[in-house]
Antibody, heavy 121, light 111 residues
Framework: QLQLQESGPGLVKSSETLSLTCTISGGAIRSDGYYWGWIRQPPGKGLEWIGTIYYSGSTYYNPSLKSRVTISVDTSKNQFSLKLSSVTAADTAVFYCVRLKSSAMVTIDHWGQGTLVTVSS | QSALTQPASVSGSPGQSITISCTGTSSDVGSYNLVSWYQQHPDKAPKLMIY???QRPSGVPDRFSGSKSGNTASLTISGLQAEDEADYFCCSHGGSNTRAVFGGGTKLTVL
């Protein structure tokens, strides 16, 4: 059974870079037709797509975050990672790593449990 | 502001049917049959309930159905049950740049 697990600091200082890693178990990151990505949800608010990566390294980012986001993949470790630079309090959110079916990136069939990242001043 | 518009809340009694709307534009919902719906219980990760407008993943009860007309997609839950009480989010393909856009979410209360 495929499982995704986020890891990384739960507290990041304002203006610094948020870094998270997603470890995949029960399946391979090198799965044809499946993409891997990050979704965030500020406390009490809705969902926001951050970006997506294919195991080949192709990336797709939300235009509103593109200048601050980097998503990378490490196929040897079956992991992918998120870096979000120059964070502010508005970036405080639960971050989910996810698996997406197809390049349309609308069908998210597996979610990690989520990890809360708080940006402090 | 969310890209897709959903009602903030809907409610219904057990056994009744409810419909949640998700309104976008001709650039997203109206252009693609690529709308998905997610159910989220408090402090839990979302769960895929509908994809490609009207397709149900295995394990999702057939009480859940999806449809689309023009720029508006809809999720209908028939035979409401207490465990259906949750937040529901829609998501649409937004084109080559904005791949995925979400609605603001709808809180379903089962009275």
């Amino acid at each position: 059974q495929l499982q995704l697990q986020e890891s990384g600091p739960g507290l990041v200082k304002s203006s610094e870079t948020l870094s998270l890693t997603c470890t995949i178990s029960g399946g391979a990151i090198r799965s044809d037709g499946y993409y891997w990505g990050w979704i965030r949800q500020p406390p009490g608010k809705g969902l926001e797509w951050i970006g997506t990566i294919y195991y080949s390294g192709s990336t797709y980012y939300n235009p509103s975050l593109k200048s601050r986001v980097t998503i990378s993949v490490d196929t040897s470790k079956n992991q992918f990672s998120l870096k979000l630079s120059s964070v502010t309090a508005a970036d405080t959110a639960v971050f989910y790593c996810v698996r997406l079916k197809s390049s349309a990136m609308v069908t998210i069939d597996h979610w990690g449990q989520g990890t809360l990242v708080t940006v402090s001043s | 502001q969310s890209a897709l518009t959903q009602p903030a809340s809907v409610s219904g009694s057990p056994g009744q049917s409810i419909t949640i709307s998700c309104t976008g534009t001709s650039s997203d919902v109206g252009s693609y049959n690529l709308v998905s719906w997610y159910q989220q219980h408090p402090d839990k990760a979302p769960k895929l309930m509908i994809y490609d407008v009207s397709q149900r993943p295995s394990g999702v009860p057939d009480r859940f159905s999806g449809s689309k007309s023009g720029n508006t997609a809809s999720l209908t839950i028939s035979g409401l049950q207490a465990e259906d009480e949750a937040d529901y989010f829609c998501c649409s393909h937004g084109g080559s740049n904005t791949r995925a856009v979400f609605g603001g979410g709808t809180k379903l209360t089962v009275l």
